[in-house]
């Protein structure tokens, strides 16, 4: 029985199903938006996504009207881009704020959303932040996100994640209210995403479903989301993949971000997995996706005693028929799943195309240290070096 304390919250509303992005003008209208600006990246700039909605604003027969376009969103949200947006939307005098696209245009307009709340100009004067209720309070900027990649759940979240490249860090603004009063998931906006970019993401939402599953913090609600994610994951993953025309996997692989991600958020405690990847993206400017998919299977395996306690049930969501009652043997096999998915969709199994080197350990053991991300479980020394041993492909004492 569950008896000590947690807390769910979601301040976003979500509207989910193909088609759902012809909901936007009126979604925004009932928020009390008339100009609204839309921030997107350059992979939707490329699609010929954004003219599908300038077009549902060109038939609305109400007040709300676009404003302002901006459509040079890295991959992963940065400082520069943020500041240069911020200052795009003031310009266009604009009153309410569209995010469309992947996790850097939803981070960026909810860092957009915060500076303009906040008066800041220079987002790399920030640093990290963390604001909480009742320091933080509501933010009155009418906000919708419209996902095109799924693996991240940002459209949920209440942080910013940000590569500041003035202090080289990655940076995380957090506030109750900075996320989207309003999520459109449209399955049929995911159908361009090329057969790489679907396996990275889902193996983005298996990293946040595990974490959250296998976090000290996990709850009966938490675990409701991770457990449903996980099934959804492995029985989809691969079909989104292989096969770019199945709207139905890619709907589910949809839901399954967004229920990865709400699981992950409330219960942030022992994140190994994202430890380590976000330590590899600060120090070597490693993608952060391909991090999680690197790094996944030889974490677990370099930590089994961390995931043994709850590893069989891990196990049965995943869908492995015969699960081991031995707690190491079901590790395996679960290890053993993981990997062969990775494989079935393409993705690598090591980061030896960034150079990196054995002069490089101390730097990637302080980096892996420091990393906020690892507050609350700190990964033995030796579980670095070898698990950095093994993604590199190199020759280490890992006793050193």
Partial sequence: MQTSFFQISSRTVVNFGAGART????????????????????????????????????????????????EDIDEEANSETVNRCTSFFKE??????????????????????????????????????????????????????VPTLTGTGAEVTAVAMINNEEIGIKSSIYNPFINPDIAILDPELTMFLSPEVTAFTG?????????????????PMTDAYAQQALRMIADNLSNAVLDGSNLEAKANMQLASLMAKSAFMPIVNAIPIHNMA?????????????????????VMESLDTFYLSRIKGFA????IAEPSPDAKECLGQAVTFIRDLRKEVGLPETLVEFGVNV????????????????????????AVVKITSQIFDLSVNINQ
């Fill in 23 to 70: 909901l936007l003008p009126n979604m925004l209208e009932g928020l009390g938006s008339k100009r609204v600006v839309l921030f997107t990246d350059r992979d939707v700039a490329r699609s010929g996504i954004i003219n599908q909605i300038k077009e549902l604003f060109e038939e609305n027969q109400g007040e709300v009207q676009i404003v302002g376009i901006f």
């Fill in 92 to 145: 266009n005098t604009g009153d309410s704020l569209i995010a469309l696209g992947g996790t850097g245009a939803l981070d960026t307009v909810k860092a957009v959303k915060w500076m303009v709340h906040k008066d800041i100009q220079d987002i790399s004067e920030v640093g990290r932040s963390t604001e909480r209720w009742p320091e933080a309070q509501l933010i009155s900027i009418p906000h919708v996100a």
């Fill in 203 to 219: 193996f983005t939402t298996l990293v946040n479903a595990i974490e959250a599953y296998f976090s000290p913090k996990a709850n």
């Fill in 278 to 298: 976000l330590a590899f993206c600060g120090e070597f400017g490693v993608p952060q996706m391909l991090a999680n998919a690197v790094l996944l299977p030889n």
């Fill in 316 to 319: 049965q969501a995943l869908g």
């Fill in 359 to 382: 002069n490089n350990m101390t730097d990637i053991l302080l980096s892996v240290h420091k990393e906020p991300s690892g507050v609350h479980f700190e990964i033995p020394p030796d």
